[in-house]
């Protein structure tokens, strides 16, 4: 699905702009995995973005009870 590698992409990027447009507007799936198996948190986690932007991410798509 389109919407989810770029939802991908954003992450790889840490561009949480685009990672909430992707929530917000195309449907992306916060479940999303790259080819590796990491999900956008970890991709985040990665790239250095700070839990905190990890949690806007969840809280924006839904998923809330998750410890940050």
Do not use: W
Request: glycine share 8%; net charge negative.
């Amino acid at each position: 699905m389109e919407a989810n590698a770029s939802f991908l992409r954003a992450a790889r990027a840490g561009a949480l702009d685009n990672l909430l447009e992707c929530l917000d507007q195309n449907g992306a799936d916060i479940n999303a995995c790259n080819p590796v198996g990491l999900i956008v948190c970890e991709i985040l986690d990665a790239v250095g973005i700070s839990n905190s932007s990890a949690k806007q991410c969840h809280t924006r798509s839904g998923m809330c009870g998750l410890k940050y």
